[in-house]
Nanobody, 114 residues
Framework: QVQLVESGGGLVQAGGSLRLSCAAS????????MGWYRQAPGKQRELVAL??????TNYADSVKGRFTISGDSFKNIYLQMNSLKPEDTAVYYC?????????WGQGTQVTVSS
C-alpha cells in the first residue's frame, strides 16, 4: 500500500502562486510514476502533471509554462503553480502508480479568485 498526503492548497488571487506538496509513505519502492490530477465541480478528473521514474515529465497543455512538477525519489513530489487563473480552481489530487495500481491522496482545494 502507498499512502499519499497532500498539502499547500488555499485561496489565491489570479496571477499568484501556490506550491503543492505530496508526501508518500508505505511501500514506495517500485513506484513507476507520480502525478497531480485535478477535478473541478461538474467536471471529470484530469491529469495536470506527471513525473516518471528517470525524471521525465508531462504536462497538460493548459498548464504548460506555468506549472512545474518535481520530486525527490518519489518520497515527496511538488507542484509549483505560477500565474494562476480562475480556471485552475479545483481539488488537486496526488497520484502514484505502482505495479499497475493507482493510489490517491485525499485532495487539497485550490481556489483562484479573479
Amino acid at each position: 500500500q502507498v499512502q499519499l498526503v497532500e498539502s499547500g492548497g488555499g485561496l489565491v488571487q489570479a496571477g499568484g502562486s501556490l506550491r503543492l506538496s505530496c508526501a508518500a509513505s508505505g511501500i514506495i519502492f517500485s513506484i513507476n510514476a507520480m502525478g497531480w490530477y485535478r477535478q473541478a465541480p461538474g467536471k471529470q478528473r484530469e491529469l495536470v502533471a506527471l513525473i516518471a521514474i528517470g525524471g521525465s515529465t508531462n504536462y497538460a497543455d493548459s498548464v504548460k509554462g506555468r506549472f512545474t512538477i518535481s520530486g525527490d525519489s518519489f518520497k515527496n513530489i511538488y507542484l509549483q503553480m505560477n500565474s494562476l487563473k480562475p480556471e485552475d480552481t479545483a481539488v488537486y489530487y496526488c497520484n502514484a502508480l505502482r505495479r499497475g495500481n493507482n493510489y490517491w491522496g485525499q485532495g487539497t482545494q485550490v481556489t483562484v479568485s479573479s
